[in-house]
């Protein structure tokens, strides 16, 4: 267990997401790095939004990688449906730890495309100093 103050970097919008406006069928994916950039945790929010119907669903997977990415998992550790409801965003909040390298997948499975993927992150590490 790491001794020290926590160090948080809030707000990060440099992951790339992929195509913002994937269409029915398009998976977009983010790749988090986290033992090249120190983070021992980084938190998640995705929020979503398409005009579409309560029928319509995107599937967010989240992936651990062995070797920075070269290679997924082709299980996920963690996955959430995400349902249209009244053309509102639909926000989600991931917790990722002791992952070396993740990657988290949006697959949408709806007749619509998305209107709007926004991600931010914020990544804990440790001042020892």
Same mark, same amino acid.
């Given at each position: 267990?790491?001794?020290?103050?926590?160090?948080?970097?809030?707000?990060?919008?440099?992951?790339?997401?992929?195509?913002?406006?994937?269409?029915?069928?398009?998976?977009?994916?983010?790749?988090?790095?986290?033992?090249?950039?120190?983070?021992?945790?980084?938190?998640?929010?995705?929020?979503?939004?398409?005009?579409?119907?309560?029928?319509?669903?995107?599937?967010?997977?989240?992936?651990?990688?062995?070797?920075?990415?070269?290679?997924?998992?082709?299980?996920?550790?963690?996955? *959430?449906? %995400? +349902? /249209? =409801? $009244?053309?509102?965003?639909?926000?989600?909040?991931?917790? @990722?730890?002791?992952?070396?390298?993740?990657?988290?997948?949006?697959?949408?499975?709806?007749? *619509?495309? %998305? +209107? /709007? =993927? $926004?991600?931010?992150?914020?990544?804990?590490?440790?001042? @020892?100093?």
């Amino acid at each position: 267990m790491a001794t020290g103050t926590a160090v948080w970097t809030e707000n990060q919008t440099d992951v790339n997401f992929g195509d913002l406006t994937p269409a029915d069928g398009v998976q977009t994916k983010a790749d988090f790095d986290l033992a090249a950039s120190g983070y021992d945790m980084i938190v998640v929010q995705v929020s979503i939004d398409w005009n579409a119907s309560a029928t319509d669903f995107a599937d967010l997977h989240l992936y651990s990688s062995p070797d920075s990415g070269g290679q997924d998992d082709t299980t996920p550790i963690w996955s *959430q449906r %995400i +349902t /249209a =409801l $009244d053309n509102d965003p639909e926000y989600i909040t991931v917790v @990722i730890m002791n992952i070396p390298y993740a990657i988290l997948e949006l697959d949408n499975q709806s007749n *619509q495309e %998305i +209107t /709007a =993927l $926004d991600l931010i992150y914020a990544g804990r590490k440790w001042d @020892i100093s």
